[in-house]
């Protein structure tokens, strides 16, 4: 059973870090790429970094570039999301999600697998 866990949200404050994780289980992450998404409450969930497992190719969005760093460690099965300089933009449900593929969409509607989420709080 394919199942997928985050953690590691929390509040912080501007200009903070946060580190996220997504462990895996009932499949093997190396072989497949791993999206973050986030959403806003009144938005619509919106792909902001994927790790593909061809050639640990990463991939950000503009809103998140420079900022944020996507990476794998295949030992523990698990994808992270390195969140530096937080905005209170920021704040947001964010999960990860798989469609079990090679290669990344930033559609949420192409993910079959997805995590519960975790909340990440941006405020002074």
């Known amino acids: 059973q394919v199942q997928l866990v985050e953690s590691g949200g929390g509040l912080v404050q501007p200009g903070g870090s946060l580190r996220l994780s997504c462990v895996a289980s009932?499949?093997?992450?190396?072989?497949?790429?791993v999206a973050w998404f986030r959403q806003a409450p009144g938005k619509e969930r919106g792909g902001i970094s994927c790790i593909q497992s061809s050639n640990n190719g990463t991939y950000y969005s503009d809103f998140v570039k420079g900022r944020f760093t996507i990476s794998r460690d295949n030992a523990k099965n698990t994808v992270y999301l390195q969140m530096n300089s937080l905005k209170p933009e920021d704040t947001a449900v964010y999960y990860c999600a798989t469609l079990l593929k090679h290669y990344c969409s930033w559609s949420p509607s192409a993910y079959d697998y997805w995590g519960q989420g975790t909340q990440v709080t941006v405020s002074s």
């Open positions: 009932g499949f093997a992450l190396e072989y497949y790429a």
